[in-house]
């Protein structure tokens, strides 16, 4: 993975450098800015885990696509504007959870395939 494509898989999974240093990285901001920039080699650990976010991603919005003609009522998702709220709802997952249900959530609602509530 280049330090672009780290970016770019950071960027579209909605993560926060510190939230993805933190949690992914298991490191500072500063190293993770150092991937990000080019400066220092990204850990396969890094590759690995963010190329595995973005599966659980797809996999997460092609089982709602194939499950909303199923549906009775009308298509929403909820969006949770803050990590707090969503810890409310789901009090066994980490930030790292809220920010891809929040990623999911907002490709869905551009596809026209889900209001945001």
Not at 31 to 58: F, Y
Not at 90 to 107: P, Y
């Amino acid at each position: 993975m280049t330090n672009l494509e780290l970016q770019a898989y950071r960027r579209f999974l909605m993560l926060k450098v510190s939230e993805a240093s933190e949690h992914i990285g298991k490191t500072d901001i500063k190293t993770w800015h150092d991937w990000e920039n080019g400066i220092t080699p990204i850990p396969e650990s890094v590759t690995k885990a963010m190329q595995e976010l973005k599966k659980r991603r797809n996999e997460k919005i092609n089982i709602i696509i194939n499950s909303i003609n199923d549906r009775i009522g009308s298509n929403t998702i909820r969006y949770f504007m803050t990590y707090e709220e969503f810890k409310k709802v789901n009090t066994d997952l980490d930030v790292i959870q809220w920010r891809l249900h929040q990623s999911i959530a907002t490709e869905l609602y551009f596809r026209g395939l889900e209001k945001l509530c």
